[in-house]
């Protein structure tokens, strides 16, 4: 996927993630939109910073990167939506376009992907792009309401008494 396609996914998932967060539509819908726009946009072109340096879709196209990315919340308290570009950047790369990521880099170079994608500078690149981004919102919805509270981590009911009865 080349970077239109990056922002226009985290601009989509910004907008779509919104109404999954605060479906009221009035004032506070669109404050979330301006809360989530930012770190998911710039969430999802941090990956290809790595062409500046590093080998492109492998340095920090990582299930390493990733994890830290996801880690940064929970030890700074900020950063918290990144992620969602990050994996969505992943997500894009792996099913979106011809190449793949090297998810386990640097232990491996083999990059991985679907048979499915198309090359960036396809006609089809953006019409696939819209298709991810809505499986990707509904993916996001089904966490939202049944496995934890994105705003704040907490587990649904449901999850929460998975948990507990978990032998420790």
Known sequence: MNKKGHVLNAILLSIGLGYVLQPSGDVETFVTIAELFVPIVLGALFPDVDTAFGKHRKTLHSLPVLGVILAYPIY?????????????????????????????YPLSSTEYGLPVGVATSSKWADTFTVVITLAELAALALVQFFVVDLNTGTPREAVGALLTGLPV
């Open 76 to 104: 700074f308290g900020n950063l918290q939506f990144v992620w969602i570009g990050v994996a969505t950047h992943y997500l894009l790369d792996v099913v979106g376009s011809k190449r793949g990521i090297a998810l386990f």
